[in-house]
C-alpha cells in the first residue's frame, strides 16, 4: 500500500513497522545492522526528521543516538521537550555505507514508510534536519542554508527547517551563521508553532461549543 500526501488512509503503523523491519527493497538492506524505524512518541504533535542511520544508529536500533542525538536532546531540553513529547524519524531507514549520502532511488525504495508516519501522525509541526529531510518534504531541491530561518505550510504542519545536528557538530559557519545557534533559534519557532496549534485546537473546540450552544438556544425559539 502507498501513503501519498494527500491519502486519506490512516495506516496500521504497527503492520508499516513490522513490513519495514524485513524490508529489502533497496541495496542499504545489505550492509545494515537492523532496520531503524523511530525514536519517541508516534503519537505526539512534534516530528523530527533526520536523514539516514550512522553507525550508532545502526547498532542500537534507534535514531540520533550518538553525539548528534545529544545535541538534539540538549536543545529540545532548552524548550521544554523531551523525546516522549516528540517522534523521530530517518528519511531512510538503513545506514548508508561509510555513511554516504542516500540515493534518489532508495530515498523512494523507503518513501512509503516515511509517508506512513506522516499520515499516522498527521502531526502539527514538522522540524526538517538537513538538505535530504527538508527536500523530501517541501518537494523541492533546496539547500538548508538557503530553506532555514523561515516556515512554510505542507501537509496540514508548520515545517521548520534546520541544521542537521552532526552537520552542526562538525563546525564552521554556515552562510555566516553558528550552526548550533541557528538550530537553537530555529527550536524557538518550533515552540511558537507548537503553541500556535495548542491554541488553534482549544479555539476550535470553544467553537464547537458555542454551536452547539447557539443551536440549543435556536431550538428553544
Ligand atoms: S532503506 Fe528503506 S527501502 Fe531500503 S531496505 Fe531499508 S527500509 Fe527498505
Not at 536532546?73 to 531512510?92: K, P, T
Not at 499516522?120 to 522540524?127: A, C, E, F, L, N
Request: charged share 25%; glycine share 12%; with cysteine.
Amino acid at each position: 500500500m502507498t501513503y501519498g500526501p494527500e491519502g486519506a488512509v490512516r495506516p496500521d503503523i504497527d503492520a508499516v513497522r513490522s513490513e519495514a523491519l524485513g524490508c529489502t527493497k533497496c541495496r542499504l538492506a545489505e550492509g545494515r545492522t537492523q532496520v531503524v524505524w523511530a525514536d519517541g512518541n508516534l503519537d505526539a504533535n512534534l516530528l523530527f526528521i533526520g536523514e539516514g542511520p550512522g553507525f550508532h544508529e545502526d547498532k542500537h536500533g534507534l535514531p540520533f543516538v550518538g553525539a548528534a542525538g545529544q545535541l538534539l536532546d540538549r536543545l529540545l531540553g532548552e524548550i521544554g521537550l523531551d523525546r516522549s513529547q516528540a517522534a523521530i524519524v530517518n528519511v531512510v531507514k538503513c545506514r548508508p555505507p561509510g555513511n554516504r549520502d542516500p540515493l534518489p532511488d532508495e530515498i523512494e525504495a523507503c518513501r512509503p514508510y516515511l509517508e506512513a508516519q506522516l499520515a499516522h501522525m498527521q502531526p502539527d509541526v514538522i522540524v526538517t534536519l538537513g538538505n535530504f529531510a527538508t527536500q523530501f518534504i517541501l518537494d523541492q531541491r533546496i539547500g538548508i542554508t538557503r530553506a532555514r530561518g523561515r516556515r512554510y505550510d505542507r501537509r496540514g504542519a508548520t515545517v521548520i527547517p534546520t541544521f542537521h545536528p552532526a552537520a552542526a557538530l562538525r563546525g564552521g559557519r554556515f552562510g555566516g551563521t553558528n550552526p548550533i545557534d541557528a538550530i537553537r533559534a530555529d527550536l524557538q519557532e518550533v515552540k511558537k508553532a507548537l503553541e500556535e496549534a495548542a491554541r488553534a485546537r482549544q479555539g476550535e473546540g470553544a467553537n464547537a461549543v458555542g454551536t452547539e450552544d447557539h443551536g440549543e438556544q435556536l431550538g428553544l425559539f
